[in-house]
């Protein structure tokens, strides 16, 4: 390990392909924001798509805007623009409802394509509204499924020829840690179970391969790596030879067949709209594709690299620097096994946040003892790496977060 | 009948007592539109919201906006304040979600609770995504559950002691009928059954009384009579008698006892939280606590006086000036019958439509020939009224609609 000095992530900065995104960002004075990995910065953009949904398209177009400003169509729309962001076929992705909604209808899909099985396999230190969503679904369908709880290492083998279906989040929300989607989702199938991945942690931070890894059902998050605004609907993906196959259960008028017939009885369209249910939060929806239009000009590649170089950089330099603290690395050591997030432990972590918070350095704090700290590299510098570094540096130095008496400013997703 | 004149109108609009609430919402020029029971028109302050929740809230707050903008509390705090609009309890209800995904959590709830049962009672003729809804309900369920259909009067003979639940729009979408929520609901509990009810053509366009109907769920619409924007969150009620007795399924994280906690399993908060998932459209949801406002300040008996009124006006005006082109009335001629619509039959509805859309006056058509026209009291006017009877007379009269070549903007929820 060499002794870097701030002017060497300097001299990144200046060659970084990805150094003029962060100028379509609004980052506020004096903050260095690590928490990209719960809700990206605010493209400027998105204020003026704001404005225009809710002053030009509600005001002046009222309900007409659900054809002229092309409402209708957004979920099929953005999901034909975001789809090769996760390796997918334009046909094959929708943005709709939340994260969570989405599992459930992708998970019920999955499940009853393998209808004699009862077993669903997921990591149980997952983000646990997963779980929760999959518990409600298996609890609705009273058939007897379980979940078959394993960690890390332990999945693979967790695949046998009793599981249905396998439901994992490609990059773990506190770790970081990277799951092998190519060869979870091979094991699965030669088992005979469907693949439903969770992207929420590597939609728009790493090359995600959802078709060259032969993955059935997908849904991820818009508004973290994405920057498509709080809350911003979720992705969908279904792979197109499941198409006309499958059922989901919110079956609402936007998945039919005939939505304007108005028939009294539900025929599911044939195609990925059948993942729909009804009308969505159209300004919500409407500004995410701002965040979806910067990240198709970016190269996802170079996102990756840098990505993995700051988090190498924050690793190599937490250590050296404050090491002696007891900053405990959680996250994989190794950059090719970690998303774009690092994650350390310190008992006094929660005081820590707080005071990295007073200091304009924003990062959060998952119990027990969890340090967490996003790299989104679209508007994250070098320089905020080296210069995060120092502040909690000078915090723990100093040991001023044993006086943090300001106001608490936990992140919550 | 006595022929009127649009002075007589405009005197009428002289002593509305909600005239002002006009000044208050963003109408485009020249336009008369009564499709608020599709999408209410924009309230000027929702601009100043929308700029504020991403300008501020996100840009400036990031994720700290989950706290210190009160995101994460959202759909409890809109949740009380829209209660008393439909006669709950501030701790009945909560904003969240769109209305299909609410109707499919309450319908679960409702039917969970007559485990022996196999009948839910519905309208037919309903707008179908709820039935499309339930339906997608029972075929998850598997349990042999059907849907009982009945139509207007044969509703209450439909209630016998096989029945599980009602799920019963309280203002007909087409023909602007109301149901009798006291009497339906009544009949349901005399044999055992839950009442579960849509308000989305009602709540906000008249006193709605859950509690005082005994009602156990219902669901709404906030983005018609509330003008909380396009695909606003819906309103969920839960009556507090249930709390902590109910089961839905889609059990996400924000419907956590304990969310923060991380806990693997899911145990149901104890309150009306039960009914959430998870993080919302937050731009969406926030942007429809302006509507809200509003309709609080306005009194909603006013709102049901002039909204009677102005229907029977524009029914005696039509038929007056208009009905030897052979409009015939869908809509009963009973006000006290009648939500704050009025729908007519034409055979040649679909063109009229679009050349009353030519000619300004925003209205939508509904198959088979139907024309349907809504009024929203908080700013239509009693002229309005007559300007529209009036542009309707000249296309009839000069049968322009046989020549309109304009864009279609069909109006299409």
Chains 1, 2 share one sequence.
């Not at 350095?361 to 210069?387: E, H, K, M, Q, T």
């Not at 570094?389 to 040991?399: C, E």
Request: net charge negative.
């Amino acid at each position: 390990m060499t002794t870097k000095t701030r002017t060497d992530l300097q001299d990144l900065d200046r060659v970084d392909p990805l150094a003029g995104f962060r100028e379509e960002f609004f980052l506020p004075k004096g903050v260095i924001y690590l928490n990209g990995n719960s809700l990206g910065a605010m493209p400027l953009a998105a204020a003026e798509r704001a404005k225009r949904v809710v002053e030009y398209e509600w005001a002046e177009g009222l309900i007409g805007s659900m054809n002229t400003a092309g409402w209708y169509e957004l979920p099929s729309t953005l999901g034909r623009k975001i789809a090769p962001l996760v390796g997918a076929k334009p046909n094959e992705v929708v943005l709709t409802d939340a994260t969570g909604i989405d599992l459930y209808k992708v998970v019920a899909a999955a499940l009853k394509m393998q209808p004699e099985r009862r077993v669903i396999v997921m990591e149980g230190s997952n983000f646990p509204t997963n779980n929760y969503m999959v518990q409600g679904l298996l609890e609705e369908l009273d058939k007897g499924h379980a979940i078959r709880f394993a960690e890390a290492n332990d999945l693979m083998d967790a695949i046998d020829e009793d599981v249905a279906a396998i439901c994992i989040t490609q990059v773990h929300y506190k770790t970081g840690r990277i799951h092998d989607m190519a060869a979870l989702t091979q094991k699965a199938h030669a088992v005979g179970a469907a693949a439903v991945w969770d992207l929420c942690h590597s939609a728009g931070a790493m090359p995600v391969d959802l078709n060259g890894c032969n993955v059935d059902f997908a849904v991820g998050c818009t508004y973290k790596y994405i920057n498509g605004g709080p809350g911003a609907p979720a992705l969908l993906f279904a792979a197109e030879r499941h198409h006309g196959k499958y059922t989901q259960p919110l079956t609402g008028w936007y998945g039919h067949a005939a939505p304007f017939d108005f028939e009294r009885d539900y025929r599911p369209a044939g195609d990925i709209r059948q993942m729909l249910t009804g009308t969505q939060a159209t300004a919500s929806l409407s500004m995410a594709e701002i965040g979806i239009d910067i990240m198709l000009r970016a190269d996802i590649n170079a996102i990756r690299e840098k990505s993995m170089r700051m988090t190498d950089l924050f690793i190599e330099l937490v250590e050296e620097r404050c090491g002696e603290f007891g900053f405990e690395l959680v996250s994989p050591r190794d950059a090719t096994q970690r998303g774009s997030q690092v994650s350390f432990r310190n008992e006094d972590g929660y005081p820590i946040v707080r005071a990295l918070h007073d200091s304009g350095v924003i990062c959060d704090y998952r119990a027990p003892a969890n340090v967490r700290f996003g790299f989104a590299p679209l508007y994250i510098r070098y320089v905020d790496v080296w210069d995060a570094v120092d502040r909690l540096h000078d915090i723990l130095d100093k040991q001023s977060w044993k006086e943090t008496r300001y106001q608490v400013r936990a992140a919550v997703t």
